[in-house]
């Protein structure tokens, strides 16, 4: 076989029976920098914003690199009609952190428990969560995009000001880039490590049951011997 | 046959005789184009070029003379970036006019709406040009301001009693420790009413030192009592002669009329040398006199962003006939102008405004001569020490009429010379007269980045010059003043570039951009705005009667006033109308100008609170908008204000949008 190691000797530190429960518990702990950095960042880029105006979006909060950038996002924002960002009017700001917490029980719960269907469970739980973020979040830059005041100054016919869910887009005069941010992509580390968790303990436990086998082989071999 | 003979020869000496004419004057057009726009052969285009979007690599500050206020321009390009206000009153950004900073321009006199301002003095550390505050000097009613450098305006004024005519200063000490102020003219001491040509009798000429604190602020910590002598320029020690200051003077003959003739009589005048730290013992053993004075100390807060003014009432005041050791007179020379300390600190150059030679005393030589106690004379209990004894050289046949002098980092020195109109480069320790540079025209000051601190950055001299005749367009009697560029990093100086400067450019600082930029502010932060009057958001904008006065407490974001629709003001009303801008972001600043107002608009920076007094004298319905293009709904940032007549018994009223009260 062309990938069967000679005794598993090389494979065989990354088959270390903790792997898979250290990998799970640090994809658990690793959601918790959804808390200390921004998951996400949209910049507006225009000749006479050369530094770019960048809104980050938080589990908790939405912010900027200056404590006034929400400010002056609508102030943008105003003169197209947008909606003013409002962070309190935002409901799954309040809500996701729980969600977050909870996960991060899950996940402890799961690397104590040691178990590979819990950690291919959680990655699994993990992946729906951040489609249905994601989503969550095109339907709020939708709204933004596209809910727009009947008396706003400026009025273009069929425009839309939905920034991109993921990369760039030119929304009239500015370049609007919208990327995952430090923790999103955390999050994202944390879902690859639930994985591998899974994967590492499958390997471990089937190389495990392979040996309790040829074992229980032996043992019969010999008693019958 | 012979006259034909005899007339072609001649006509071919017409005609060559013609063309080495016309030879002749294209080659001196030619040579006068090029000795008055410099080297362009050499591409100093290219040098002063900084492309569109690109930075300049150093800043200089310039006074604006007569203007009362200091410049502030990009080298080596030239572009100017703006005029601070310090002490004039400037309608363009309500400086002088708004009630917060009405009490920046308060002196003993009361209000005072102009000075002439003339030493631009960077705030130094261990020697160096640090970048935290620049200092200049108001000429005529005598003060000091400080420019706080991360927002580029005027922080505070300090006035000094017991001077006329604040000309030697500011000129700081090697850490910041004082910026000095000498009085050009000699005044009664104390002030009063006397003979004018009971000068000699009844005059003094006073020095003041003005202690620098942590953040910049400004007390005056003593005052030298001195003969009335004209105090000229200023510049203190570094390194070894760190703590002396030396002061040139003229009119030694203490003369009080017609002076050009009668005081330049004395073949030497003296160059002041005041032992500050003497001094600071002095004051510490309670030598000083404490003497009624009034003087204005003017500061501004940045976060109530208005100005206090205090009058400060006594000043401490030191003899030297009382304090042995605090002052030496250097004998100079035919009226020394400016008294400029090399890098070293060693050398002090008296440039001898009335003659062709500079001389320079020696540190060193001078506390020899005081240690000998060889003295010439005494004046007034002040040694006048032996001029063969303190002198170390003399530049001589330089040029006529040396001014002022600025040092490079390799060990030159470079003199300005009005009345030649030139630059010239020498040698410090062999004297010798290295290079000269033509000037257009009359040069007064000259500068060079850090060219009087312990470290020169320069690789550029800037000539400050105070005729331009016709080296512009011309723009009626009244011409621009200008300054220019050379480039004096090789061995031979060139000229770069004209530019033209507002008032008259006195003395000029220079500083390389990187000292200053980070430290500079975008915006204030409006949760430290602690202005009395603020409105921290549209939900606080309201309007208030206390009798005959009314407070406005208004906001502004783009691209709206709030409230916008005013009603209940009556004729003979004084209406504070007080302006918070709530942008948080860089360069929106919003305007402020209601019709027939007596007074400027408001330019109010994001974060700023401004109060403009208006005081409606008809009734009727008065507009008033956005002055500053801050957005594309502009022009649409606009209000009335209804003024009704004064037995009207309109209720105060006040909205925006919806005409709905915005309570």
């Known amino acids: 076989m062309k990938y069967k190691l000679k005794n598993n000797d090389a494979l065989s530190p990354l088959l270390w029976r903790g792997w898979g429960r250290l990998f799970m518990t640090l994809a658990a702990l690793g959601l918790l920098t959804l808390f200390l950095f921004p998951m996400w960042r949209i910049t507006l880029i225009a000749p006479q914003y050369p530094q770019g105006v960048t809104m980050h979006i938080w589990i908790n909060k939405i912010g900027g690199e200056s404590k006034s950038t929400i400010q002056n996002i609508n102030i943008l924002n105003h003169y197209v009609g947008m909606k003013y960002i409002e962070p309190d009017a935002i409901p799954e700001l309040k809500y996701f952190p729980y969600i977050i917490v909870g996960m991060v029980v899950l996940g402890l719960g799961a690397a104590f428990s040691n178990r590979r269907q819990l950690f291919l469970a959680w990655g699994i739980l993990m992946v729906l969560l951040a489609a249905a973020g994601i989503y969550d979040f095109y339907l709020w830059e939708y709204d933004y995009g596209h809910s727009l005041s009947a008396t706003a100054p400026i009025k273009i016919p069929g425009a839309s000001f939905q920034p991109p869910l993921i990369g760039s887009k030119l929304i009239l005069n500015f370049t609007a880039i919208s990327m995952p941010h430090i923790s999103g992509y955390l999050a994202g580390l944390s879902i690859f490590l639930a994985f591998a968790a899974w994967w590492l303990k499958s390997k471990f436990d089937k190389k495990h049951e392979k040996t309790a086998a040829a074992n229980t082989a032996a043992h019969r071999l010999s008693t019958i011997a | ?663």
């Open chain 2, 1 to 663: 046959m012979k006259s034909h003979h005899g007339i072609l020869p001649f006509i071919c000496f017409l005609l060559a005789v013609t063309g080495l004419f016309f030879l002749t004057s294209c080659g001196n057009e030619g040579a006068t184009n090029q000795g008055s726009q410099g080297a362009l052969g050499n591409d100093a285009a290219s040098q002063v070029y900084v492309a569109p979007g690109e930075y300049d690599e150093f800043y200089a500050f310039m006074s604006g003379g007569f203007s009362g206020q200091i410049s502030v321009y990009g080298l080596p390009s030239g572009r100017q970036f703006k005029v601070i206000p310090v002490f004039s009153v400037d309608p363009e950004k309500g400086y002088g006019f708004n009630e917060e900073t009405k009490p920046m321009l308060n002196t003993s006199h009361g209000f005072v709406p102009w000075d002439d301002a003339h030493h631009p003095e960077l705030s130094q550390t261990k020697g160096e040009t640090d970048g935290r505050w620049i200092f200049i000097n108001g000429n005529n009613t005598p003060r000091i301001a400080r420019i706080d450098l991360t927002t580029f305006e005027t922080a505070e004024i300090i006035e000094i009693p017991n001077s006329g005519g604040n000309h030697s200063s500011p000129f700081t000490t090697e850490n910041t420790e004082y910026v000095v102020a000498g009085t050009r003219f000699g005044v009664p001491y104390p002030q009063s009413d006397v003979a004018i040509n009971s000068y000699a009798e009844n005059f003094k000429g006073m020095l003041t030192y003005v202690k620098i604190g942590k953040e910049g602020e400004m007390d005056i910590a003593f005052q030298v009592l001195l003969p009335a002598f004209d105090y000229d320029l200023a510049h203190s020690g570094k390194g070894n002669s760190h703590g002396w200051t030396f002061f040139t003077t003229y009119n030694t003959e203490e003369k009080n009329s017609l002076l050009e003739v009668s005081a330049s009589q004395n073949d030497k005048d003296f160059i002041a040398a005041v032992n500050w730290k003497k001094a600071e013992e002095y004051l510490a053993q309670g030598k000083f006199k404490e003497v009624p004075a009034n003087y204005a100390h003017n500061v501004y807060n940045e976060k109530t962003h208005s100005a206090t003014s205090t009058m400060m009432k006594t000043v401490k005041v030191l003899t030297p006939a009382d304090c042995p050791g605090l002052v030496y007179f250097l004998p100079t020379p035919k009226s020394p102008h400016g008294v400029d300390v090399d890098p070293t600190g060693e050398y002090i150059i008296g440039n001898g405004k009335l003659s062709a030679d500079l001389t320079v005393h020696s540190f060193t030589k001078m506390i020899a001569a005081i240690e000998a106690g060889s003295f010439e004379t005494t004046i007034a209990g002040i040694p006048v020490l032996k001029f063969d004894e303190v002198v170390a050289g003399v530049v001589k046949d330089a040029g006529l009429g040396p001014l002022h002098t600025e040092f490079d980092a390799n060990g030159n020195a470079y003199t300005s010379f009005f009345i030649t109109s030139e630059v010239v480069k020498w040698r410090v320790g062999t004297w010798e007269v290295l290079d000269k540079a033509a000037t257009f025209y009359s040069i007064g000051h000259l500068m060079i980045p850090g060219g009087d601190s312990k470290k020169p950055q320069g690789k550029y001299l800037v000539a400050l010059n105070k005729i331009t005749k016709d080296r512009y367009l011309p723009t009626g009697p009244e011409l621009c003043h200008a300054a220019q560029l050379y480039d004096i990093s090789g061995d031979k100086m060139k000229l770069l570039l004209d530019f033209p400067t507002i008032g008259e450019p006195h003395y000029a600082q220079g500083i390389s951009a990187d000292r200053i930029t980070p430290n500079v502010k975008k915006f204030y932060a409006i949760e430290e705005n602690e202005h009395p009057f603020k409105a921290l958001g549209e939900k606080d904008t309201r309007v208030e009667r206390q009798g005959n006065t009314v407070h406005i407490y208004m906001t502004s974001i783009r691209s709206h006033f709030a409230p916008d629709n005013i009603e209940g003001v009556k004729v003979g009303d004084k209406v504070y109308i007080h302006l918070t801008n709530l942008e948080q972001d860089w360069d929106v600043p919003h305007g402020l100008a209601v019709m027939g107002a007596n007074t400027a608009e408001l330019l109010v920076m994001p974060g700023q609170t401004e109060t403009m007094l208006w005081e409606p004298t008809a009734e009727g319905v008065y507009p008033f908008y956005c002055t500053d293009f801050c957005s594309a709904l502009h022009q649409e940032m606009q209000g009335y204000i209804r003024v009704s007549p004064q037995s009207s018994s309109i209720a105060l009223k006040w909205s925006l949008g919806e005409e709905e009260p915005v309570q």
